[in-house]
C-alpha cells in the first residue's frame, strides 16, 4: 500500500492546522488507499537550515537532517495542510522543503488550504512553483477551505460541507493514480543511486 505523509505546515500556537488535518486523517482514512504518516513541524522542529552542503548531494552532517531524509524518502505521496500569511505559506514549510531534494523527487503532492477569504489559495499558488521545481507533480484538484473557523465545534473538531469532502476525495483519488503513474521514475533514480 503506498504512504501518504500528511505535512500539517503551520508552527503557530493557536493554529487552524490541527483540526484541518485531524479532520483530512479521518477522511483519508476512510479512503483507504494509503498507509498514512502524519509529520507536524510543529513537533518535528527543524532549525532553520543548517547544512553546509547543498540537498542534492544528500551530504547530511545533521542527525535532525537524517531523520527528516528519512521520513521524506519513506513516503510516495504528500498533502500539505497549510494556512496562508501575508498572501504565502508558513517559513516552517519553506524551510522544511529546503532542507531535502533528491527525496521528494517524482512524488505527487496534494494541498489542503485554509484561511479568510481567500481560503489559503495564494499560499498553494507558491507552493506549487516550489514544487515543481523539486520535480514533484502537485495535485490540480485540492481542497480549499475559506473561514475555516466557521468549520470548527465548540469541541475544536471541523465539521466538514459536503463539497470539502467530495474535494478531499478527489484529491486522494488523483494523488492514488498519480502516485502508480510515478512509482517507475521513482524505482530508475533508486536503481541509480
Not at 513537533?43 to 531523520?67: A, G, I
Not at 460541507?161 to 512509482?183: F, S
Request: net charge negative; hydrophobic share 40%; aromatic share 8%.
Amino acid at each position: 500500500m503506498p504512504r501518504l505523509m500528511i505535512v500539517i505546515a503551520s508552527t503557530r500556537p493557536g493554529r487552524g492546522g490541527e483540526p484541518v488535518a485531524r479532520w483530512l486523517i479521518e477522511r483519508a482514512g476512510e479512503h483507504g488507499a494509503f498507509e498514512l504518516t502524519v509529520v507536524d513541524l510543529a513537533e518535528f522542529r527543524l532549525p532553520l537550515l543548517d547544512e553546509p552542503n547543498h540537498p542534492r548531494l544528500r551530504q547530511y552532517t545533521n542527525r535532525h537532517t537524517h531523520e527528516w531524509s528519512e521520513k521524506v524518502d519513506g513516503a510516495d505521496a504528500f498533502v500539505f495542510v497549510t494556512p496562508e500569511y501575508n498572501h504565502g505559506y508558513p517559513a516552517s514549510l519553506k524551510n522544511a522543503i529546503d532542507y531535502l531534494h533528491n527525496e521528494w523527487r517524482h512524488k505527487p503532492v496534494g494541498f489542503v488550504s485554509y484561511g479568510g477569504v481567500a481560503a489559503g489559495t495564494r499560499s498553494v499558488e507558491q507552493l506549487q512553483q516550489v514544487v515543481v521545481a523539486l520535480r514533484m507533480t502537485p495535485v490540480i484538484e485540492q481542497v480549499n477551505i475559506p473561514f475555516y473557523q466557521q468549520f470548527l465545534g465548540d469541541d475544536g473538531v471541523l465539521r466538514a460541507n459536503e463539497v470539502m469532502e467530495q474535494a478531499a476525495d478527489t484529491m486522494l483519488d488523483r494523488l492514488q493514480h498519480l502516485e502508480q503513474a510515478l512509482r517507475p521514475l521513482r524505482d530508475e533514480v533508486a536503481s541509480q543511486a
